[in-house]
């Protein structure tokens, strides 16, 4: 499985930016489809999940209810709209995918990553 994140860049408090995952490869191994982020100095920490054939989401708390994780069927594509965007979701944003098939927030059981996209909020 291959990841690509992008659509990373900066934006001032309160605005929107829409991230992209593309998928390829083995995808029919893929049981759930994740965003973490990173940024500096911290842990990655987990943002969003999607399973991947089907339409069940899960958000940390810091994305409920600001953050969508949607998928393109037509073209493997996974995105993250972000709305509301504060400074501290500054970071590198990861797009993985994961074989288990349950939920999971812990990067360890994520088996294949994308590069990572810069996201900065900031006036």
């Known amino acids: 499985v291959q990841l690509q994140a992008s659509g990373g860049g900066l934006v001032q408090p309160g605005g929107s930016l829409r991230l992209s995952c593309a998928v390829s490869?083995?995808?029919?191994?893929?049981?759930?489809i994740s965003w973490f982020r990173q940024a500096p100095g911290k842990e990655r920490e987990f943002v969003a999940s999607?399973?991947?054939?089907?339409?069940?989401?899960y958000y940390a708390d810091s994305a409920e209810g600001r953050f969508h994780i949607s998928r393109d069927n037509a073209e493997n594509k996974v995105s993250l709209q972000m709305n509301n965007l504060k400074p501290e979701d500054t970071a590198v944003y990861y797009c993985a995918a994961a074989r288990l098939p349950r939920w999971a927030t812990l990067s360890r059981f994520y088996n294949n990553w994308g590069q990572g996209t810069q996201v900065t909020v900031s006036s």
């Open positions: 490869g083995r995808t029919f191994a893929i049981n759930y």
């Open positions: 999607r399973r991947w054939s089907t339409d069940s989401t």
